[in-house]
């Protein structure tokens, strides 16, 4: 099932790499002899995200510089997870699904006591790799507040894929959620 999802995650590649590049208009004539108006800027940072909205609605994750800043090539798309509803992006290196655990610190699950202990963004963190046939990943674990986590799984593309290498595609995208969580 890894695997046809990563097939069908690359082939979706190709489709997001061929779409046009957002273009500005140029000028017309009638606008050469119209006074210019700065433009209005508006704020366009969303308001931060709670843990509790994020277990509804993942993608809300990351907002739209965090998407330029770790090259998602494939926009975020909810998924089905046994844990409720997950996102899953696309960046260089690596297919990266996120599941938000508002009421539970996995950090401190038995079950994953055995994997490797690290910080992200200054938050307990747990990482242990996971393999699906050639592919390569990790599973990453990290506590956002009391009684609260994230999980993120970051799955290679295959032996010789172009990108950082799954387990720093993976802390990246979970430092960006932590921050934008600790905001």
């Known amino acids: 099932m890894q695997r046809l999802t990563v097939v069908l ?12 590049p957002d ?9 050469a002899t119209k006074p210019t108006t700065p433009p209005t800027t508006l704020s366009t940072a969303p308001a931060k995200p709670k843990i509790t909205d994020l277990a509804d609605h993942p993608c809300e994750a990351l907002d739209h510089d965090d998407i330029v800043r770790l090259n998602v090539i494939i926009e975020g798309t909810e998924v089905p ?16 699904t996120f599941t938000a655990y508002p009421a539970t610190d996995k950090t401190r699950d038995p079950d994953v006591r055995q994997l490797t202990a690290s910080t992200i963004e200054g938050h307990r963190a747990l990482l242990g790799q996971i393999t699906h046939g050639q592919d390569t990943g ?3 674990f990290v506590m956002t507040g009391p009684g609260q986590s994230i999980r993120l799984s970051a799955v290679g593309f295959g032996p010789g894929a172009p ?21």
Not at 166 to 182: C, D, K, Q, Y
Request: hydrophobic share 40%; with cysteine.
């Open 9 to 20: 995650v690359l082939m979706s590649i190709g489709v997001v790499a061929c779409g046009a």
């Open 23 to 31: 273009r500005q208009p140029g000028p017309t004539a009638s606008s």
């Open 81 to 96: 997870d046994p844990s409720g509803t997950a996102c899953q992006w696309g960046a260089p290196g690596a297919l990266i």
């Open 138 to 140: 990790y599973m990453i």
């Open 163 to 183: 990108g950082p290498d799954p387990l720093t595609v993976g802390e990246n995208f979970a430092a960006a959620i932590s921050h934008r969580l600790s905001e």
